[in-house]
């Protein structure tokens, strides 16, 4: 999405080692984690995934409780390297994020993939997972959804080696491009998380339903096609269970409908004409009203005063949402 979030960002980058071993437990309690730990794990093709991906540890992490993995996706802009979507994603594992806030508060392990975004080939929204990116045969991308979903399956794995016990579900959460990304991944794998928390997604998520109005709405607006797209139907009612959190500012007006990376000409079309141009309310409201209608479990919020951003208060109901949702 067009935001001034890649600029921040950039000038708040730094730079770790490749590895960071797990800190020393506390001499005095030692199933519990000492200090902050940041972990990376190298790509495994054979096991599913293509691309590097980041543990994070907050300190306090209890190894004798069974916790939930908390899953935030990256959305660091338009670049053709590798270790520029790293700085990034090391950058919102560990220093500032929905997901890192959350992971502090909860004390639970934070995972973020180190997804490219090419700006050569800039109509793939790979941090969206929009619909080029679905259809894609481009073997390092295609099926971003299923490789996420290995990676996720590696770090249990890797956690529990090392004495941490894991729920099977998991979190999920994300702002903007990567909360978009949650609510897509949520539809097609609602069976394997256990909670979605997604905020600043342009006041529009992917419907539950195959049509609207009498037409036809295709992934990413609806799933008219998913089944084909996937080989597999949607599991509408794993979704319908879903606690989810979608919310919103009040003042944001950052659509990324009107960006040729994130949306087609014709599914702009049918947005502006079905759904409306207004973020928040009109197309918010549609969207809710779809949801509500098809019984998702839903809870839609919107947050006054605030653009295309989170603050103190959208962070602690994010951390308490998910809290809710511990047992």
Excluded at 31 to 56: C, H, I, Q, R
Excluded at 141 to 147: A, M, P
Aim: aromatic share 10%; glycine share 6%.
């Amino acid at each position: 999405m067009r935001t001034l979030l890649a600029v921040v960002l950039t000038s708040l980058f730094f730079s770790c080692g490749s590895h960071l071993p797990i800190q020393g437990n506390d001499s005095e309690n030692p199933s519990v984690l000492a200090a902050d730990t940041l972990l990376k794990f190298a790509a495994k093709p054979e096991a599913g995934f293509n691309f590097e991906y980041l543990v994070y540890l907050p300190k306090g992490l209890q190894s004798e409780v069974t916790n939930h993995l908390l899953v935030e996706t990256t959305n660091t802009g338009l670049n053709d390297t590798l270790s520029y979507h790293e700085k990034g994603a090391r950058y919102a594992a560990s220093v500032s994020s929905v997901g890192n806030f959350a992971s502090k508060k909860l004390q639970i392990p934070l995972l973020v993939p180190i997804f490219p975004r090419s700006q050569t080939n800039w109509a793939y929204y790979t941090h969206a997972l929009d619909r080029d990116v679905l259809l894609t045969n481009e073997v390092d991308i295609k099926r971003l959804d299923l490789q996420l979903l290995a990676m996720v399956e590696d770090a249990k794995k890797q956690l529990r080696s090392k004495g941490y016990k894991l729920e099977d579900k998991f979190f999920m959460t994300g702002f903007s491009a990567s909360g978009t990304f949650a609510n897509r991944f949520t539809l097609l794998h609602p069976e394997k998380v256990k909670a979605a928390a997604m905020g600043g997604i342009n006041g529009i998520a992917t419907l539950p339903v195959a049509d609207l109005a009498g037409e036809p709405l295709y992934y990413p607006l609806g799933i008219a096609d998913l089944q084909e797209i996937t080989g597999k139907p949607v599991n509408l009612e794993a979704f319908r269970k879903l606690p989810q959190l979608l919310y919103m500012g009040e003042l944001d007006d950052n659509d990324a409908v009107a960006f040729d990376d994130a949306y087609s000409e014709e599914e702009r079309e049918v947005v502006y004409r079905l759904m409306g141009k207004q973020l928040v309310p009109e197309r918010w409201e549609l969207v809710k009203k779809v949801y509500l209608q098809n019984k998702v479990q839903a809870d839609f919020r919107i947050y006054p005063d605030i653009g295309h951003g989170t603050d103190l208060r959208i962070n602690n109901e994010v951390v308490e949402f998910f809290r809710q949702h511990t047992n």
